[in-house]
C-alpha cells in the first residue's frame, strides 16, 4: 500500500470560497457592543492624562473605559503559565506604557462606526520615558525569570571541543546572518466576541488552541474552567500569532464583565502589530569547520533575537546546528535584545525558520570552499541518529529526499551558474528542510451513528489547514465509510480537549487520539456482532467476517442501540513531547530552486522550485502538497521581499499595514512549484505513521535562494529580505 | 470618520461650482478618498461625486492626430483602447502595470496624479512629523527610513517620490491635463501639475478650489515607445524606480528622445540633458550611455537610496532598449 493517501478534496472547501464559513469575526450577538482600542502612541513612560468628553459625547459612544475602569486581575493569574499566555503584562492594569500600540482605553459603541470615531477623539497626554530600541541594545544572557519560553528549549548546548576542533579543521567558515522582525497578517486579524451570562462566560475568538485560551480567562476572573466556554469553528490563518493567549483575548471579556453587555472586538491592521506576536529579528553567528574530506568537524552558533521588557522570548534559531548534520563538536548559545516593543512570538517557521536560513547559507559557503557539491557536502554529515541525544530517529528518509529532490529538479545538470537567458542570469541552489517533531496531548471521541454516518468531536481548531478532511479520511478508513460519511464536530470547549493548532502537531498528536477512538468504535461494533475482533474488516460502510458481511446500520438496528461511541487520548507527560520515547522525531527534506537575477536593475524572480520530504506517511495527497506550496511561497516571501521595520527616532514599526510591508502575489510565484514525498510509514511516531508536514516548508527556503542568488551573480547575501538594493551593479 | 455631506453634480459647471464650496472634494472612483479618510489624512465636510457627469469619459481621436481622453475614463478602458494601445504603448503598459486589476476597473484617468505620496510617515495611522500630512511639522522621513524615496529634487521638508504610473508615460509624450474652473479652460503640462517640495513641501498638487480636471490630450502617436517598471514584486506594487521612453527612431540613430522616470521625485521626472545629448547617438552606442549619464548629473541620493540611483539610470537604458524594440 503506498503511503501517500487519497487527495480528497478539503470538505471545507466549499464553504471558504462561498464566504458562509463563520469566522469569529463574523459572529454577532444581540446587545453587543463593538469595542476599539485607543493606543499608546509613545514607546516608554506613563499615561499623564485621558481626555473621553469628546468621545462620550459622539452618538453611538457608551463608554469609554480606561485603566482603572477595568476589573483588577484575579489572584489565579500569578499561576498562570507564560506561554501558553503569552505574556503577563497586561495593559490598562496601571498606567505603565511599554510599548508604542499599548492599548490604554477601550472605546465601546452601539456600531463599529461609532466606536472608531470615539477612540479617534480620545485625547491622551503622556509622561514620556526614554525608551530602548530592541534592535540596537547588546545582546544579553536569557534569563529563566523572565516568563517561561526558556524553558522550551536549550539556550545553551555542548558537544565535545567545539573551540579545538575548529583550530584543526581543514576548512573554515564564519559569518553573520541576520533577518528582520516580520508580521504574520493573517487574512482574518485576531477577532473575540465576548459575553457573560451570570459568572459563566462565552468567547468566539479566532484561536490556534481553545482550552489555553479558556484555562487562561478561568485565571483572570478567578472561576472554573468549566465557565468558559471557547468557541473558535474557522480560524482565518493564524501563522503562530493567534497561538498563545493575548492580552486583548482579556481585556475584551473585561470590557463585556463591566458593561454586562456582550462586546465584540475585532483588530485591527494597525492593532496586529501593537498587540500580538511577531517574528522577532535575529542576528546569527555561524562557524563551521570542516576536514579535508568535507565532514564537520566542529560547529559554532550563536543568536540573538528582539524581545520585549517583561518576557525573555527566545527564538530557537540553534536548533538546526544540534540537530540537521553529524557533527561530535558542538557550541550553541541564545541571546536575547530587550527593548520596548510587543513580545514576539512563535510564528511560522519557529527555531528551524530563522536557524536555516544561517545553517543553510553557511553550508553552501562552506561547500564552496571545500569544493563539494552540497548535497555531497550533507551526505558527509549525515546524521544517522539525533546528534544531541544519540538516539535513532523515529525514521528519517533523508537521503531518498536527496536523491527524490535532486533526480525532479535536475540538479546534478543544473545549467552553471550565471548563464544567461535574456538579461536574466540564472542561478540554482538547494538547502536542507526540517521541523522537529511536537506531540501535546489530545482528547477526541468519535460516534458510530445508526445510519452508518460516523462523527468525530475534539476542540481542535482549523487555521486553513484541513484536519476536518483528513481526520475524516482516517476515521473512514478504520471504520469502512466513505470519508463524505464522516462528520466533524470541532472548535468548541464543549467538546473533548484537543491539543494546539502549531508546529505541525494536529495529526501526530489529535489523529493518534483519533486512531484509538475509531478504533474502540469498531471493536465495540465487532463485539456487537459477537465475532472476534482480529477476524473482522470494515468495508463500505458493512463489518465483514470471512464471507459473512453485515451492515453498520443492520448491527445497530439490531442490537437497539442508536450510536456507538469510542474516546481517544494521547497523554503526553509535561504538556508536549517530541515523539515517542526513545525515538526523537524530526521531518526532513530539501527545498531547490532556480532563481533569476538581473543585476543591472536589482531584479531577483523565483523560476521554480522543488522540495522533496520525508515527513512519514501523507494522509492526503492534495492537503499535503497545498501546504508544502503555502510553506514555499512563505519562505519566498521571508527571502525576497518581507519585512517590519523598527522606526528608530519614533520607537515604533514603520509601516502597520500592508502596503508598505511587501508580501508576494500569485504573479510572484510560478506554476513550477514541485512537490514530492519520500514513500514512507514511520512506525515510531505513532499509528497513523506520520510526523509532521506544514510547518517545514518554510524552513530552508530562504538559504537556498540566497545560496541561488549566488549562484546566478556571485554576491552572498546575509542579510534578509534580498531585496534590489543588495543586489543591484553598476 | 468624520460625517460628510454627498452631492452628485450633474454636469462640469455644477461640479465645479459645488468645489468652490470650503472643505469639499471630489469623488470619481473613490480608489483614494476612502484611504485617506480612513487614516484619518482628510476630514472633508463635502462630498461631490463626479461620476454621473456627461461627456467626461471616454477616449477619442483629435484632428492633429493626438487623443483625448475623458477624465473619468477607467484606467483599464484607456489602457485597453485600440488608439491608445496601438498610439502610445508606453502609456497602456504603465497603465496595465498600475495598481491591480480590480483597482484599475474601479479609479479614473483624471484621478489617478491626484493619489498622494505613499511615504508610511504621511500615511500613518497617528500623523507623525511629516509637512505634506501637517503643514510646517516637518519631515521624518529625511532622517529616518527613506530607501524608496527620491533621487532628484528633495528638500529637508520632503523626500517623498510621486507614486502613479500613468502620469510617467504620459510626461514622456508630452501630454496636458485640461482643467475647469470658474475662470474658464487651461492645459497644463502633466508634469506640472505636481508641486515640487522646493515650491511648497505641504502641497500635493496646484489644483484649487473649484478646479477640476476633465480631459487628457496627448500629441502625435509614439509608437516606438516603452514602460519599464522596477518593483521587487511582480505586481500590485509601486514602482522603486520606472523609465517611460519615447523615440523617434531613424533606423537605430535616435532622431528624438524623451525619457521620464518615475518615482523618484515629486513628479515625473525629465531627463532633459539625456534628451539633448542621445540626438544623433546610435542605440547600443557607448555616446547613448554617456548621454544617459549625462541625465544623472543632479542626482541626490539620500542616506540609504543611493541603489536608486544606479537602477534608475540601468532601467533608462533597458527601456530605450525595449523602446527601440518596438519599432
Known amino acids: 500500500m503506498s503511503n501517500l493517501g487519497e487527495p480528497v478534496p478539503r470538505s471545507d472547501g466549499k464553504i471558504k470560497v462561498n464566504g458562509s464559513a463563520r469566522f469569529a469575526a463574523d459572529q454577532s450577538l444581540p446587545g453587543q457592543l463593538h469595542a476599539v482600542f485607543v493606543s499608546s502612541t509613545i514607546p516608554a513612560g506613563r499615561v499623564a492624562n485621558i481626555d ?62 461609532a466606536a472608531e470615531a470615539g477612540a479617534r477623539a480620545v485625547r491622551a497626554t503622556y509622561a514620556p520615558a526614554p525608551y530602548i530600541n530592541p534592535e540596537a541594545a547588546a545582546p544579553d544572557a536569557v534569563d529563566p525569570e523572565r516568563g517561561g519560553y526558556s524553558y522550551l528549549d536549550a539556550s545553551e548546548f555542548l558537544k565535545g571541543d567545539p573551540e579545538a576542533a575548529m583550530t584543526s579543521a581543514a576548512h573554515v567558515v564564519q559569518a553573520e546572518y541576520a533577518q528582520p522582525t516580520r508580521h504574520a497578517n493573517p487574512m482574518e486579524p485576531s477577532a473575540i466576541l465576548a459575553s457573560w451570562s451570570g459568572d459563566n462566560l462565552t468567547v468566539y475568538d479566532s484561536v490556534q488552541h481553545l482550552p489555553a485560551v479558556q484555562a487562561n480567562l478561568a485565571a483572570t476572573f478567578g472561576l472554573e474552567r468549566a465557565a468558559v466556554r471557547v468557541i473558535s469553528p474557522h480560524t482565518g490563518g493564524g501563522f503562530g500569532v493567534k497561538g498563545y493567549v493575548w492580552p486583548h483575548e482579556l481585556l475584551a471579556a473585561m470590557a463585556a464583565r463591566v458593561m454586562r453587555r456582550p462586546v465584540k472586538l475585532v483588530l485591527t491592521r ?101 569544493g563539494m557539491d552540497p548535497i555531497d557536502l550533507r551526505l558527509a554529515s549525515y546524521a544517522e541518529v539525533d546528534p544531541v541525544s544519540g538516539d535513532p530517529w523515529s525514521s528519517k528518509k533523508l537521503r531518498e529526499a536527496y536523491a527524490l529532490g535532486s533526480e525532479r529538479f535536475g540538479w546534478r545538470s543544473r545549467p552553471a551558474g550565471g548563464t544567461l537567458d535574456g538579461h536574466w542570469r540564472i542561478g540554482c ?62 472548535g468548541d470547549t464543549n467538546l473533548p480537549p484537543a491539543g494546539p493548532t502549531y508546529g505541525s502537531a494536529t495529526t501526530i498528536s489529535t489523529g493518534t487520539a483519533l486512531h484509538q477512538a475509531a478504533t474502540a468504535v469498531r471493536d465495540r461494533l465487532a463485539r456487537l456482532c459477537g465475532w472476534p475482533v482480529a477476524e473482522i474488516a470494515m468495508r463500505g460502510g458493512s463489518i465483514v467476517r470471512g464471507t459473512e458481511s453485515r451492515t453498520i446500520e443492520a448491527v445497530l438496528s439490531e442490537a437497539g442501540v442508536s450510536e456507538l461511541s469510542g474516546d481517544g487520548a494521547l497523554e503526553i507527560e509535561n504538556y508536549a513531547d517530541a515523539g515517542l520515547p526513545g525515538f526523537p522525531a ?69 509601516a502597520k499595514d500592508l502596503a508598505n510591508v511587501v508580501l508576494p502575489v500569485n504573479a510572484d510565484i510560478p506554476p513550477e512549484i514541485d512537490i514530492a514525498f519520500v514513500d514512507e510509514f514511520d512506525p515510531n511516531a505513532g499509528p497513523l505513521g506520520v510526523r509532521s508536514v506544514g510547518t517545514m516548508a518554510a524552513t530552508g527556503v530562504a538559504a537556498a535562494v540566497a545560496n541561488a542568488v ?10 534578509l529580505p534580498i531585496t534590489p538594493d543588495k543586489l543591484v551593479q553598476g | ?55 467626461m469619459e471616454g477616449v477619442e481621436a483629435l484632428p492633429n492626430g493626438g487623443v483625448r481622453i475623458g477624465a473619468l475614463t477607467k484606467l483599464n478602458d484607456v489602457a485597453q483602447h485600440a488608439l491608445i494601445r496601438d498610439a ?44 505634506k500630512r501637517v503643514a510646517g511639522s516637518g519631515c521624518s522621513a529625511v532622517a529616518g527610513i527613506h530607501d524608496k524615496h527620491a533621487i532628484f529634487g528633495w ?125 544623433g547617438q546610435r542605440i547600443g552606442s557607448s555616446e547613448a550611455v554617456a548621454a544617459v549619464d549625462a541625465g544623472f548629473v543632479d542626482a541626490r541620493p539620500l542616506s540609504s537610496n543611493a541603489y536608486k540611483i544606479t537602477i534608475a539610470r540601468n532601467a533608462t537604458l533597458r527601456a530605450i532598449e525595449l523602446a527601440a524594440r518596438a519599432a
Request: aromatic share 6%; charged share 20%.
Open chain 1, 429 to 490: 541552489g538547494m538547502a536542507d528542510c526540517s521541523q522537529g517533531v511536537t506531540r501535546f496531548g489530545s482528547t477526541v471521541r468519535v460516534l458510530l451513528k445508526a445510519d452508518g454516518t460516523a462523527r468525530f468531536e475534539s476542540s481542535l481548531c482549523d487555521v486553513g489547514q484541513g484536519p476536518a478532511t483528513i481526520f475524516a479520511q482516517v476515521v473512514g478508513e478504520i471504520l469502512g465509510l466513505s470519508p463524505d460519511r464522516v462528520h466533524a464536530v470541532t
Open chain 2, 155 to 279: 528638500t529637508e521638508d520632503c523626500v517623498a517620490v510621486h507614486p502613479a504610473d500613468p502620469p510617467v508615460a504620459l510626461a514622456a509624450l508630452d501630454a496636458a491635463y485640461v482643467i475647469e474652473n470658474a475662470k474658464g479652460v487651461r492645459r497644463v503640462p502633466v508634469q506640472d501639475i505636481h508641486v515640487m517640495p522646493s515650491e511648497n513641501p505641504a502641497w500635493h498638487n496646484i489644483l484649487g478650489n473649484g478646479d477640476l480636471i476633465t480631459a487628457i490630450e496627448i500629441g502625435a502617436a509614439a509608437t516606438t515607445s516603452a514602460y519599464l517598471k522596477i518593483r521587487e514584486r511582480e505586481s500590485f506594487e509601486y514602482a522603486t524606480v520606472s523609465a517611460a521612453v519615447a523615440l523617434d527612431l531613424d533606423g537605430d540613430v535616435i532622431r528624438r528622445a524623451r525619457i521620464a522616470l518615475g518615482s523618484v521625485a515629486m513628479r515625473p521626472w525629465r531627463l532633459n540633458a539625456t534628451e539633448q545629448q542621445l540626438v
Open chain 1, 586 to 654: 524530526r521531518s526532513f527534506g530539501a527545498i531547490f530552486v532556480e532563481v533569476g537575477v538581473d543585476p543591472e536593475l536589482g531584479l531577483l524572480r523565483l523560476r521554480r522550485a522543488t522540495g522533496a520530504y520525508s515527513v512519514g506517511r501523507i494522509l492526503n495527497a492534495r492537503t499535503a502538497r497545498s501546504q508544502m506550496i503555502g510553506g514555499i511561497v512563505w519562505g519566498w516571501g521571508q527571502a525576497a521581499m518581507e519585512a517590519s521595520h523598527f522606526e528608530p527616532s519614533l520607537g515604533r514599526w514603520h
Open chain 1, 270 to 370: 494597525r492593532d496586529m502589530y501593537g498587540m500580538v506576536g511577531t517574528q522577532p529579528r535575529v542576528t546569527q553567528e555561524i562557524r563551521l569547520g570542516a576536514d579535508s574530506t568535507g565532514k564537520l568537524v566542529s560547529m559554532t552558533h550563536v543568536v540573538s533575537n528582539v524581545t520585549g521588557l517583561t518576557e525573555d522570548y527566545i527564538e530557537f534559531a540553534t536548533v538546526p546546528s544540534r540537530s540537521f548534520y553529524a557533527c561530535d563538536n558542538i557550541s550553541n548559545l541564545q541571546l536575547v535584545r530587550r527593548g520596548n516593543m510587543t513580545l514576539p512570538t512563535y510564528m511560522r517557521s519557529p527555531a528551524e525558520g530563522p536557524g536555516s536560513w544561517a545553517l543553510g547559507s553557511a553550508m553552501d559557503e562552506l561547500a564552496r570552499a571545500v
Open chain 2, 1 to 55: 470618520m468624520r460625517n460628510f455631506s454627498y452631492a452628485q453634480a450633474t454636469s462640469r459647471a455644477d461640479a465645479i461650482a459645488l468645489l468652490q464650496q470650503p472643505e469639499t472634494m471630489s469623488i470619481a472612483g473613490g480608489t483614494e478618498l476612502l484611504n485617506w479618510k480612513r487614516i484619518g489624512i482628510v476630514e472633508p465636510a463635502r462630498v461631490v461625486d463626479i461620476t454621473g457627469i456627461p461627456d
Open chain 1, 52 to 113: 473621553t468628553g469628546l468621545a462620550l459625547g459622539l452618538p453611538g459612544v457608551v463608554r469609554v473605559l480606561v485603566a482603572g475602569d477595568l476589573p483588577p486581575l484575579h489572584a489565579d493569574f500569578n499561576e498562570t503559565m507564560v506561554p501558553p499566555l503569552a505574556t503577563k503584562s497586561i495593559p490598562m492594569q496601571s498606567d505603565e506604557i511599554l510599548h508604542e500600540g499599548q492599548p490604554i482605553a477601550i472605546v465601546l459603541a452601539e456600531t463599529l462606526e
Open chain 1, 710 to 719: 549566488y549562484d546566478a551573480i556571485g554576491i552572498r547575501v546575509r542579510e
Open chain 2, 88 to 131: 502610445y504603448p508606453v502609456f497602456s503598459q504603465a497603465i496595465l502595470k498600475a495598481a491591480s486589476a480590480q483597482i484599475r476597473n474601479l479609479a479614473t484617468i483624471g484621478g489617478n496624479p491626484l493619489q498622494r505620496v505613499r511615504c508610511a510617515y504621511f500615511r500613518a495611522e497617528e500623523p507623525t512629523p511629516c509637512n
